[in-house]
């Protein structure tokens, strides 16, 4: 499984960016995939998730309302609408993949990280 997130940048509080993630390598209709963020001196943080067959989401508390996850199931392409950034929202961002009869952190896959800073 091959995993190519893009889309990070700067951005002023109260602006929006779109990441993605393109999931290369198999067929994903029996995995979940997600975003984590990492903040400097911060230990990595689950933000959202979805499940590839049914569409469900999970969010953390912080973004709820603000980030939307989606996914393209033609092009296997992970997405995550962010808006209205805070500060705090400053951060290395991750897409993972894992199947779905798993828990996350035993049989994950990793992209690499895509900075997204925001400017109070």
């Known amino acids: 499984v091959q995993l190519q997130a893009s889309g990070g940048g700067m951005v002023q509080a109260g602006g929006s960016l779109r990441l993605s993630c393109a999931a290369s390598?198999?067929?994903?209709?029996?995995?979940?995939m997600g975003w984590f963020r990492q903040a400097p001196g911060k230990e990595r943080e689950i933000v959202a998730t979805?499940?590839?067959?049914?569409?469900?989401?999970y969010y953390t508390h912080s973004v709820k309302g603000r980030f939307t996850i989606s996914r393209d199931y033609a092009t296997n392409t992970l997405y995550l609408q962010m808006n209205r950034l805070k500060p705090e929202d400053t951060a290395v961002y991750y897409c993972?993949?894992?199947?779905?009869?798993?828990?996350?952190?035993?049989?994950?896959?990793w992209g690499q990280g895509t900075l997204v800073t925001v400017s109070s």
């Open positions: 993972a993949a894992k199947p779905e009869s798993t828990a996350w952190g035993t049989s994950d896959y």
């Open positions: 390598g198999r067929t994903f209709s029996s995995y979940a």
């Open positions: 979805i499940v590839w067959s049914d569409d469900s989401t």
